[in-house]
């Protein structure tokens, strides 16, 4: 044995010492196992439509690394400043940290980490060699601009086709100041237009160009929205009084001088109902929302339903319009049918049917109605649209096999981040489209869990060798090591102050202080994800693991780890596995 | 100056007057006062050393051993199941060559549950490399820690004493306390190498090769052969300073004596009493106290011993299958000498039951009226 012990028996030492190192002592050789790092999906990564890396990016702002924490969540989601503001973030809802005391504050961290890199202009750039083959994106909402940003990270030439004369579709004309500040999203659409996308303003469908002459290009994305306003298909709702939510909410962020009445009905209850109640609130209205359902049924944010009756929206539930008629005074009267809850429709919602013989009659200065928005199909080919939609198939594919849809012209839920999700899925379908590979088996190898997420981090890692390694697994709370947490309240971001909320269009949100920020990001549990925290490097009795938090690498010395198992029992968040040895 | 107080208490003054820099220690029944009277002074600042309060014995003597590898005097004082506890640190203390010293109150060992006076909880540690005292009452005790530390210092070797639980731990007696000057003067502060050293970082307690590893123990054997010998000059260099001493045996009225009482602890102070009336009686009988009991004094026991006719020898304490265990170490010490005596194991005082004046003059009687050697152990019972 090759150790340096001091043998010197006339020393007073009269004990071993040893000068040297045991490492000779190969003690690794005695083991059965051996740990493994396997990262873990968290369950808010899973249910973001966009994949995005949260608990990555949380550890990220915890350090107060912000631009790296920018950069990782950009690799899913070109709109962290958007979505960090209108998200309605079921990342919170799956929080685990939910199940130990209160959900960690994770839309306020993305709007934060944006916010405080406002500086910070990351580098974007193609991850690949570029590719002579052109695709034409239709529509520069969020899923049209998500196609396009992540169409030109896989090297494309992007052209992009907007009929308004500005990018951002519904995030621009659809959403209010007061929710999201016009700057943030031209920040955004800036950082995605180094990629040097060429840029179509003022081009319309059917219009200015054909639907047949998209066939140029070898790809084609359609993205075009759903910006039509479904009619109420009742008396009276031509009248001028009657404001359409979408067309109001375009005037609003147009920057028209609008008047409307001094008491408003709103009809509808999505997220334009709410849109326009809290916008009509602004202009000096009194404000009723008329909605056939209940409150629970309401398909708008709940953030924002709270928000809009914390400012004073009155909300009428189970009434349906079936009249409005202009008054003498011109005030408008709308009668209403009384409903109820009864069953469930083919969608599986609670169905409201009417009273029979029970009215309720309101009037007002004037009536917006909000009760859904269709797709303008009028320069598609009929064999592209099923029920008023776009047809496609899981990977995003049409009839039409050079040529693939998303955002709300599809059949999915309308929300930004799902547009954002249909953008990268496009890309992603697009360039194995081009590649010739096959969908389905490259879609199950980078999901994001199970919820239909994918993620253009795996995509890009396994893309050039056409080698993708397996998904991770979802990590469940009882996987987590709770002994290790202390409890502590969710941290709320201020807000405008309640006196100058309805002056004027100011942001209501006004996100995290960095002392907020810190806390609420070391809140999160990075339920799978190393964070560094050292446990299983203070907990190994053999000193067999090294860590170094800045190049993010943990080393065990296999040679001498016996396999014990402590880092594995002691990982807070299940990323130390054991693996039997064979 | 003399003070009226518990075998308890002595042991305290006693570290105190050591100046211990170091005391690791956990309570228990009936050492406590040891931990509480040293946790006072420290509070009240008489105590120039560190009381730590550990989780566990087993804590304390490992606290003990890093401690002392420093280079400092370190203490702990347990008893029954904190030395049973312990017991893995002992033999850790042992081999790490450090001179703690520790006193334990023999109490018994559970099951069943008890709190009263028995050796089996030193005894059982007997063969953890700790050289071993056994005292007869307060000052004694006190002395003996003081001593400890000038023998253990010497041999590289932790020492432990024991005084039995209640009959010398909570009694209260005379003691006398020597003058701080004195101790310091027997006791120059400890100037032991520093095995812990920053400045060259070293392994200790390193994987050996088994010929190291015997190398290690036979080391440890020579050093506590030495003990005999470094024991008894201690002793006489104590005698010296204070005017008191022990012997690492004691022979009270053996010269003339045909049988001899042998024992140790407490029931030593009884037999003295015994021995009184026996002589009254015309009984030619002795006592042979022991106090050193690791190292064995062979030597000194077979000298001592040498043309007795017959021995009983009073255990407080059994080794269940065995017999009483100063008797067993005593049988091996005289089975070399010729015309070695009858050899007798009385088990008298188990459990903390009394083992009075009367109880010994009825050992004597009986073993007096023995003409063959029994090999099993009689036990003393009530009448």
Redesign the interface.
Known sequence: ?D?E???D?SS????????G??EV?ETGKWGFEKPETAFMTAPCQEVCPAGNAIPRFLYLAGEERYEEALETILKENPFPGVCGRVCFHPCEKDCHRGQYDEVVSINTMERYVFDVTSDHHPDIHPMSTLSSKQVAVVGSGPAGLSAAYFLGLLGYQVTLFEARKELGGVMRWGIPEYRLPKSILTKEIKRILQLSIDVKKGVRMGKEISFEELDQFDAVFLSPGAGLNLPLGIEGEDLKKVWRGRDLLDQLNSGDKIRIGKEIIVIGGGNTAMDVARSALRLGSKVTVAYRRTRGEMPAIQDEIREAEEEGVRFEFLIQPIKIRLLKNRRVRVKFQQMRIRGRDQSNRPKAIPIKGEYLTLEADGLITAVGEGVDLSWIPGTLSKNNLIDVSSSLTTPYPKIFAGGDAIDQPRTIVTAIASGKRAAISIDLHLRGWLYDDVFSKIRVGNKGALSMEAYLSGRNGGNWSEPKDTISYPQLNTFFFEHSKRIEMRKLDRNKVLKGFSEVNLGFTSDEARKASSRCFSCGTCNYCHNCYFFCPEGAISLDPLHQTKTVDLDHCKGCGTCAKVCPRYVVLMKELS | MKEFMTGNDAVACAVRLCRTPLIAAYPITPQTPIYEKLSEWEASGELKGIMMRTESEHSAMASCIAASLTGVRTFTATSSQGIALMHEMLHFAA???VPVVMANVNRLLAAPWGFWADQLDSLSQRDTGWIQFYCENGQESLDTVIQAYKIAEKA?LPAMLSLEAFFVSHFMEPVDIPDQEQVDRFLPPLDL?H?FDID??????????PE?YR??KH?AQT?MNSVKEIAARVDHEFREEFGRGYGIIEPVLLDDAETVLVTAGSIASTARVALRVLREQGHRVGLLKLRLFRPFPVEAIQQTLKGKKKIAVIDRNISVGGGGIFCQELRAALVHSQDHPLTFSYIAGIGGTDVNPEVIERIALDVMEKTEPIDTPIWIMEE
Do not use: A, D, T
């Open positions: 044995m150790m012990i001091k043998n028996f007073e030492l009269v004990i071993p010492i040893s000068y190192s045991s002592i | 081999g790490c060559r590289y190498p095995r060259k970082p070293g392994y200790l307690v390193p994987v050996v090769p190291l190398k290690y080391m050093s």
